[in-house]
């Protein structure tokens, strides 16, 4: 089956530019995760989904970066004013997890991330 | 702050058992281990997780010490397709949503 897809997978911003980064989850997964990935790191948490509801934004590093589920299933990373410390890979995850219960036990789906380069 | 810790890299003879340990001293009870690996240029992927019993699945598997305080994953019969970066985790809390904390990993580098 179709797994987690995410576009651009390669970005190039001038510094000063907006960019938009898709995510579309696996159907029917309620949860969505937005992590950043700097070169040789480990990825880093960002944002979190439940359908459309934002209910964690504490990773954002700045207001600059804004994202949004409208309708409960595709989402969207949007940074505005790009700033060269933003290159990084932009990984998009999913899973059926429904609630922040007592134990964490839903595998989460990775795409293959968008690797944003600005210059 | 980490919580856990791993060696920065291992290598692993081809057709060889990889064991993989990890520190986790500050787990508390209702934290998992998971383990993720990512290879080159993809998504993380996942590979098994635990509570506090050994699993095994058709991937790998995890041995979790009777304190939890540290944990080996074992890929019994590694192939070069298993190079990659391995992440162990802990679960994070009940308000966490079950976001979790990459660390730096281990790169794992299976050799012929």
């Known amino acids: 089956g179709a797994g987690v897809s995410q576009s651009p997978r390669y970005k190039v911003a001038k510094r000063g530019q907006d960019v938009a980064l898709r995510c579309d989850p696996i159907?029917?997964?309620?949860?969505l995760f937005w992590y950043q990935q700097a070169l040789g790191q480990g990825p880093e948490f960002l944002t979190y989904f439940q359908n459309e509801a934002q209910l964690d934004k504490s990773g954002l590093p700045s207001d600059r970066f804004f994202a949004e589920r409208p309708e409960g299933s595709v989402s969207t990373l949007k940074i505005q004013r790009t700033q060269q410390e933003d290159s990084a890979v932009y990984l998009c995850?999913?899973?059926?997890?429904?609630?922040?219960?007592?134990?964490?036990?839903?595998?989460?789906?990775f795409g293959p991330g968008t690797r944003l380069t600005v210059l | 702050d980490a919580k856990t810790t791993q060696p920065p890299s291992m290598d692993c003879a081809e057709g060889r058992a990889a064991n993989l340990p990890c520190n986790h001293s500050t787990i508390s009870g209702n934290e998992y281990v998971y383990w993720y690996r990512q290879i080159h240029s993809q998504g993380p992927q996942y590979i098994i997780h635990g509570l506090k019993n050994n699993e095994t699945n058709e991937m790998a598997s995890l041995i979790i010490t009777e304190d939890r305080k540290s944990s080996t994953l074992i890929l019994p019969h590694a192939t070069l397709r298993d190079t990659a970066v391995y992440y162990c985790?802990?679960?994070?809390?009940?308000?966490?949503?079950?976001?979790?904390?990459f660390g730096a990993g281990t790169q794992v580098v299976v050799t012929p």
């Open positions: 985790i802990v679960s994070m809390t009940t308000d966490s949503w079950g976001k979790l904390q």
């Open positions: 159907s029917g997964h309620v949860s």
């Open positions: 995850a999913s899973s059926k997890r429904t609630s922040g219960g007592y134990t964490s036990t839903d595998t989460q789906y």
